[in-house]
């Protein structure tokens, strides 16, 4: 049944309509996670703390308190359903079936609860956090991000017309479907949904996926929306974030400790999956100190998620580095996930699935048409590409409200930790706009870690 969005968003009283239907609406990495802290680190306390990086946005003076409460308040009312937990148990994941242990299904069902939250305002902007066990914490992550994003739409919809609603959703579809279009056909192109922590709402991220998977068939491989892979019965993609190595980190007793701790981060994580779901992060303090220093053996799994370099530059780099450590780049996978919008989408896969020909910019790939057009590529892989499309599918509706208001932008808002066992957490990234943490302890890490290959680039999202 499609879903009259206008109508929905003229008529609906908000105030009872959940935001956050069920504990599996979160990102599937982190149900991954949960389970990998579940089992190493059950007595190690966090913060996590929200952040509004789009700071022009006062997102208090948009959203009203009472109304953040009560979302808040919904989700830590929720529980883990047995038809939810009994496909956890049963579902194939990756090619394995029982990745979630019958002991930690039984934990979810019987003991697991999000903890209480702070919040307060200051200047415009809420000061949210959540304190407790990292196994109790961790997951008002995605649930705060989305609740947020979600009642920033409903009062920029709350103040127009049905029909101007009516206009929104139709230039919103049809520009959706302009992306759609140029993706159809695209020889061994897959992309997955990433939006769930910034979408518009869950009803349109819903409409996304569900148009996503009717229209490109197996060039969309899934959602990292557990919830939504759950109820359509779709792939359920994602493995592990930045959260892991900050934790670890955070917890080290000296700065040799400190500079292994992003190995030993993979070493259990490879160890509790069986050697499978091998896809590293390696930005959390520099994508290439990571390289340059990692044991022989991580060059042996499955591929890398780039989050926060440009994504031409992070590709070449792990190409060369496999290369240098005498592996084929052919074998393994690389997956960009930051920012991603059509063009991006189309130029990386061209340009890693296939050599670029007669000095044509990678960028200039912008149709299914080129990638069949001999004089601009010859279809040699250089690694196994996909994107993880996120917020630009799932909350792109710049330019798409009749009367001209941007108030539907997509800003960039995130929930990181902030401390493990009261010490303070850092994340350096790539990308210098994107340290979080102290300012001593950016200094400190980055004097550990170095600042090879980092630079400034846009926070988009």
């Given amino acids: 049944m499609i879903v009259n969005l206008a109508e929905r968003a003229h008529n609906h009283n908000w105030r009872l309509d959940p935001i956050v239907r069920s504990l599996l609406d979160t990102d599937f990495y982190k149900l991954l996670m949960l389970q990998f802290i579940w089992k190493h680190f059950p007595d190690v306390r966090t913060t996590f703390t929200l952040v509004n990086r789009t700071i022009s946005v006062p ?10 409460q009560q979302q808040l308040d919904h989700v830590r009312k929720l529980r883990f359903h047995k038809s939810e ?6 579902n194939t994941f990756y090619g394995k079936r029982g990745i979630f242990e019958p002991d930690f299904l039984e934990w979810l069902d019987h003991d697991f609860q999000l903890p209480e939250y702070e919040l307060t305002i200051h200047d415009g902007q809420f000061n949210l956090s959540f304190q407790g066990l990292w196994s109790q914490v961790t997951l008002w992550e995605v649930y705060s991000l989305a609740i947020l994003s979600e009642l920033k739409t409903r009062a920029s919809l709350r103040e127009m017309s049905e029909f101007s609603l009516d206009i929104l959703y139709a230039r919103a579809k049809a520009k959706l479907w302009g992306k759609i279009e140029r993706l159809r056909g695209v020889p061994g192109l897959k992309i997955a949904d990433f ?10 991220q819903e409409y996304v996926v569900k148009a996503m998977r009717d229209t490109l068939g197996a060039t969309f491989t899934g959602s990292s929306n557990t919830y939504l892979a759950y109820k359509h019965d779709l792939e359920a993609i994602g493995t592990n974030a930045h959260e892991l190595p900050m934790a670890i ?12 701790s992003q190995y030993r981060m993979l070493e259990l994580w490879q160890s509790t999956y069986q050697r499978e779901l091998l896809v590293m992060l390696p930005d959390t303090f520099g994508t290439t100190q990571f390289l340059a220093d990692a044991p022989d053996w991580v060059t042996d799994w499955t591929g890398q998620r780039i989050d926060s370099k440009n994504p031409f530059i992070a590709g070449d780099e792990y190409i060369q580095w496999l290369t240098d450590r005498g592996r084929d780049p052919v074998k393994k996978l690389l997956i960009a996930s930051d920012g991603l919008d059509i063009e991006d989408i189309l130029g990386l896969h061209a340009y890693f699935s296939g050599e670029i020909l007669g000095g044509h910019n990678p960028q200039d790939f912008l149709s299914a048409a080129d990638f069949l057009d001999p004089r601009k590529w010859n279809p040699r892989r250089r690694i196994r590409f996909s994107a993880g499309w996120g917020t630009l599918l799932t ?3 710049r330019d798409c409200d009749p009367n001209g208001d941007s108030g539907l932008d997509p800003i960039s808002l995130v929930c990181k930790l902030t401390d493990a066992n009261g010490r303070p957490a850092v994340k350096l990234s790539d990308n210098y706009a994107k340290a979080m943490g102290t300012d001593e302890e950016i200094e400190h890490y980055r004097r550990v870690f170095g600042t090879a290959g980092m630079t400034n680039l846009p926070a988009i999202v």
């Fill in 59 to 68: 997102l208090a003076n948009v959203i009203g308190v009472e109304e953040l």
């Fill in 85 to 90: 937990l009994i496909w956890l148990a049963g």
């Fill in 195 to 204: 939006g769930t922590r910034r979408r518009h709402s869950f009803l349109w």
């Fill in 249 to 260: 980190a955070a917890m080290a007793a000296c700065d040799e400790e400190l500079k292994a």
């Fill in 395 to 397: 909350n792109d509706f």
